[in-house]
């Protein structure tokens, strides 16, 4: 529980520093605008090409084939499957 105490009266204490400094990365020309301007780069983002996998020679998979066998045992085959 003392520790517990001591965690928030730390927490406390630097929450209020924070707050009781001047805001260093705030900008200097702050005082002449208070309007937010809109940000004009969203339209430009749909143009942006995406990077692509480029795909050299045949890209091949092996694919297991199920079918059922003399005396209903499962048969499982292989096959390569290249595209």
Do not use: N, W
Not at 34 to 47: C, E, F, G, L, N
Not at 52 to 78: A, E, F, L, M, S
């Amino acid at each position: 529980m003392k520790k517990i105490a001591l965690g928030v009266a730390a927490a406390l204490a630097l929450g209020f520093s924070a707050f009781s400094g001047a805001a260093s990365a705030a900008p200097a020309t702050s005082t002449k605008t208070t309007i937010v301007k809109p940000m004009t780069d969203v339209s430009a983002q749909r143009y942006v090409e995406r990077r692509r996998v480029i795909r050299r020679g045949p890209h091949c998979t092996v694919r297991k084939v199920v079918t059922r066998g003399p005396h209903g045992h499962r048969v499982v085959r292989t096959s390569r499957v290249c595209r």
